[in-house]
């Protein structure tokens, strides 16, 4: 069975950091496109993040310069670190994965059941 499970949220003060974690089960992360995407209440799902099979990131314009994706293929888990935090960034973050390249489009086939960051001013 196929699964994405999103860890590492938790409600932090603006300026702080967080470090979010999506575990892969049921396949081998190492052949798949992944990505981070976020979903605030009453808005539309936004790219967070992606990273290819060569470990080559691609970022959402307001991110850059903040957050960090990376993979680790030998634990199949995806991480996501969030530094300078801001209360916009506020949100549901999503992991997802697919075998073909979608880059920053929320189209990927699997996904996970998201985990909570909330930033305080």
């Known amino acids: 069975q196929v699964q994405l499970v999103e860890s590492g949220g938790g409600s932090v003060q603006a300026g702080g950091s967080l470090r979010l974690s999506c575990a892969a089960s049921g396949f081998t992360l190492s052949s798949y496109y992944l990505a981070w995407f976020r979903q605030a209440p009453g808005k539309e799902r936004e790219a967070v993040a992606a990273?290819?099979?060569?470990?080559?990131?691609t970022y959402g314009d307001s991110v850059k310069g903040r957050f960090t994706i990376s993979r680790d293929n030998a634990k199949n888990t995806m991480y996501l670190q969030m530094n300078s935090l801001k209360p916009e960034d506020t949100a549901m973050y999503y992991c997802a994965a697919d075998r073909i390249r979608r880059n920053l489009l929320p189209t990927y086939h699997y996904w996970g059941q998201g985990t909570q960051v909330t930033v305080s001013s």
């Open positions: 990273i290819d099979t060569f470990h080559s990131p």
